[in-house]
């Protein structure tokens, strides 16, 4: 079985990025103060594998994503995968660290998941609205390792796109630290508040 997907194109200050499809359809407020959610394909599987913790939702999605950047003529370019570290360490195991892994393993591209670290904490921006406080949150929390990437073409991978600040504070730091020569981003999902 195919899933289907319905590809967003993702601004930003990287090269190009793509999400593989939006993550919800609708959200109705029920009279008990919860919501009735219905997701797309790919989005139903991710909410199943972060918020149910099914890790057997980790290969239907990177098949899918594996089968997407086939498509992508920037392939052949791209000299590693750096999955966005994650802010919850809490959990039993990390879901974009999962992904990245098997979607490398799939396409043949290295996967390097300390290549990029967090040297601060951060809130959980999805509770933030301001952009300001989101990029002074974001300020410094991430640094390269070294300059192995430099020169280089790299897909910075994400599960979930919401505003982009994280994902622009690490090309950032990827360009002027890493000076790897682009970035290209790839997420599961983008949410349909924000741009």
Excluded: C
Aim: charged content about 25%; proline content about 5%.
């Amino acid at each position: 079985m195919t899933t289907k997907i319905n590809e967003q194109r993702l601004s930003g200050n990287w090269r190009y990025g793509w999400a593989l499809d939006l993550h919800t359809v609708s959200s109705t407020l029920l009279p008990d103060g919860g919501f009735e959610t219905q997701r797309t394909e790919v989005g139903e599987l991710l909410y199943q594998l972060k918020d149910r913790l099914d890790r057997s939702k980790v290969e239907p999605i990177a098949e899918v994503a594996a089968t997407f950047l086939k498509s992508r003529i920037v392939l052949p370019y791209l000299a590693a995968i750096i999955p966005v570290p994650p802010s919850n360490t809490n959990r039993p195991f990390q879901p974009v660290q999962e992904l990245a892994t098997r979607i490398g393993q799939k396409i043949n591209l290295p996967v390097l998941l300390d290549y990029l670290v967090k040297v601060k904490p951060t809130e959980a921006l999805k509770g933030i609205e301001d952009s300001v406080s989101r990029k002074q949150q974001l300020q410094g929390a991430f640094k390269v390792q070294d300059l192995s990437l430099a020169g280089k073409y790299v897909l910075v991978f994400d599960d979930l796109f919401r505003s982009g600040e994280t994902l622009k504070a690490i090309t950032e730091v990827l360009y002027a630290q890493g000076k790897v020569a682009r970035v290209y981003v790839l997420t599961i999902t983008k949410t349909r508040t924000r741009r």
